[in-house]
T-cell receptor, first 116, second 113 residues
Framework: GAGVSQSPSNKVTEKGKDVELRCDPI?????LYWYRQRLGQGLEFLIY????????KSGLPSDRFSAERTGESVSTLTIQRTQQEDSAVYLC??????????????FGPGTRLTVT | AQSVSQHNHHVILSEAASLELGCNYS??????LFWYVQYPGQHLQLLLK??????LVKGIKGFEAEFIKSKFSFNLRKPSVQWSDTAEYFC???????????FGSGTRLSIRP
């Protein structure tokens, strides 16, 4: 079956512009996660959606970052007024339920964001 | 603060050598532990996971990991590595009080043929 997909695969934007990144999770997966991976570093948790519960936004680095998810479908991560330090690969993952339980996360290919 | 430490940033081994990658997590009570791998040009994928029971966990491709609660560790091992094991390896933890998974900074493994 289809895996997690993300678009665009690459995005180059000018400093100060807004960008929107999209994630299509695996059908039926109630949990969805966004991570950021800067060059040579680990995965930094950004936000987590689980069903209809309030999202865990504890990892969002600033109020320029926001994310939405409608039901158990597509999610968009929006970065407003991009800065050069936002340059990174943004990864999305989905799982059947909370990955704190026995459910594996499936990762998408990521969106490589470059802010010039 | 909840955190995961991977002390080896880059490990270089010859084929057939034994592998052990370190992973330590901060105290947080009950934990669930994971190792993920990212092969060059591919997505992150799960190698193995620990939730409860036998602290020695076996995963895909001959990898195993041992949960040692007293040491807050979950080291990854493989008795004999192959060139195809060249990849980046990430340790991750989730705590019972939260659902998010926290990742370590990763260890790059290079295997000399």
């Amino acid at each position: 079956g289809a895996g997690v997909s993300q678009s665009p695969s690459n995005k180059v934007t000018e400093k100060g512009k807004d960008v929107e990144l999209r994630c299509d999770p695996i059908s039926g997966h109630t949990a969805l996660y966004w991570y950021r991976q800067r060059l040579g570093q680990g995965l930094e948790f950004l936000i987590y959606f689980q069903g209809n519960s309030a999202p865990d936004k504890s990892g969002l680095p600033s109020d320029r970052f926001s994310a939405e998810r409608t039901g158990e479908s597509v999610s968009t991560l929006t970065i407003q007024r991009t800065q050069q330090e936002d340059s990174a690969v943004y990864l999305c993952a989905s799982s059947l339920a909370a990955a704190g339980g026995p459910y594996e996360q499936y990762f998408g290919p990521g969106t490589r964001l470059t802010v010039t | 603060a909840q955190s995961v430490s991977q002390h080896n940033h880059h490990v270089i081994l010859s084929e057939a050598a034994s592998l052990e990658l370190g992973c330590n997590y901060s105290y947080g009570g009950t934990v669930n532990l994971f190792w993920y791998v990212q092969y060059p040009g591919q997505h992150l994928q799960l190698l193995l996971k620990y939730f409860s029971g036998d602290p020695l966990v076996k995963g895909i491709k001959g990898f195993e990991a041992e949960f040692i609660k007293s040491k807050f560790s979950f080291n990854l091992r493989k008795p004999s590595v192959q060139w195809s094991d060249t990849a980046e390896y990430f340790c991750a933890v989730s705590y019972s009080s939260a659902s998010k998974i926290i990742f370590g900074s990763g260890t790059r493994l290079s295997i000399r043929p």
